[in-house]
């Protein structure tokens, strides 16, 4: 017996009305600024595109200390740019991987069914906008988690390395934080390179270091990399709070620190050690300088370089699924984390 609208467009001769296309989605909303407990799962209405935007099916999405600061709303200088009460973008979420479902008129790199990776406008649901500039073809050799942890982490990595370090082969150098999401990859990155590699992480984590190619290792617990005991060509400072001095310490007379993150960098701008070593180093020998963050679908190709050739693995110490992003927070803010994190949808 048939019941319903299909039943009366029996008796009347109309064909069946076609279900209505679920235009939601799934994703993780943030509700002002503060700890955790500003995030909620929701149902909401899928980002609507732009001309040179394409519409992403999320497969996975990656978690950085970023997400961390755009949750608490600290540096306060970050809230001008990002919403002054709470973010203007609700979906909180930059690294993507994913499947290309729409593209806008004006887009010429991708098309219908690419798998891509790169910076997203709100990647914690089931579906992402980004810029086509910002996109890169998924490495081949990567699966989409992998992809997923690459583009802000890998992006600021290769930039300190390259862009502020100018990192040569034989150099001795020196990462902080090489346990961590940056330093997972700069590590790697300055092997391929050529330079040899001290790591700097805590007892639990020296295994990792060493699995990612380090020459040596140094457990802060224990020793200090500005003993004087070793001088360094280049330093890669991703811990975010040794001194100034400390850094000059442990370089060489003419030796590079490139400074990243903001971790210990006062609550208002995040960058006081970063302006306070860009005012020192005209007065130096030595250079003190720091990384300017960059979206490019340049640098995302140079990275797949490193990872097509086999020189880049990324590290995934974690994975989650979407409705528990609360607590890869809470695992990233404790310092847990062995590599990058991942969210999957």
């Keep these: 017996m048939e019941s319903g609208a299909a039943a009366r467009s029996v008796e009347t001769g109309a064909a069946p009305r076609p279900a209505a296309a679920d235009t939601t989605m799934r994703a993780i909303v943030q509700d002002g600024y503060g700890s955790v407990t500003v995030l909620r799962l929701a149902r909401i209405a899928r980002p609507a595109i732009g001309g040179t935007d394409v519409l ?10 970023g997400t961390w600061h755009l949750m608490a709303g600290r540096p306060y200088l970050l809230r001008l740019a990002v919403g002054i009460r709470g973010p203007r973008n609700p979906v909180p979420g930059l690294d ?19 798998e891509v990776f790169g910076f997203s406008r709100g990647s914690f649901a089931e579906y992402a906008v980004a810029r086509e500039d910002k996109l890169a073809a998924k490495p081949a050799r990567a699966s989409f988690e992998q992809a997923a942890v690459l583009p802000v982490s890998g992006v600021t990595a290769l930039l300190a390395l390259t862009d502020a370090g100018h990192v040569t082969a034989g150099q001795n150098v020196l990462i902080t934080g090489a346990s961590g999401g940056v330093g997972s990859y700069a590590v790697q990155l300055a092997m391929a390179f050529g330079a040899e590699v001290t790591g700097v992480c805590s007892t639990a984590k020296l295994d990792l270091v060493r699995e990612l190619g380090a020459s040596h290792v140094i457990d802060y617990s224990h020793d200090d990399f500005a003993d004087g005991s070793h001088r360094y060509d280049l330093i890669i400072d991703i811990a975010g709070n040794p001194s100034l001095s400390r850094l ?3 370089l060489t007379p003419a030796g590079t620190a490139v400074i990243t993150g903001g971790e210990d960098g006062g609550n208002w701008t995040g960058m006081d050690r970063q302006f306070r070593a860009l005012a020192l180093s005209p007065f130096l020998r030595q250079r003190l300088t720091m990384v300017a963050p960059r979206q490019r679908a340049s640098d995302l190709d140079r990275l797949t370089g490193f990872v097509e050739a086999g020189t880049v693995i990324p590290s995934i110490g974690a994975t989650y699924p979407l409705d528990e992003v609360p607590q890869a927070l809470r695992y990233l803010e404790a310092g847990k984390a062995r590599g990058k994190v991942v969210i999957t949808i």
Aim: without cysteine; aromatic residues 4%; hydrophobic residues 45%.
């Design 56 to 65: 992403l099916r999320v497969h996975a999405a990656g978690l950085d200390r």
């Design 248 to 250: 000059r310490r442990a």
């Design 96 to 114: 993507v991987a994913g499947t290309v479902v729409a593209a806008g008129p004006d887009v010429t790199r991708f098309s219908i069914g690419d």
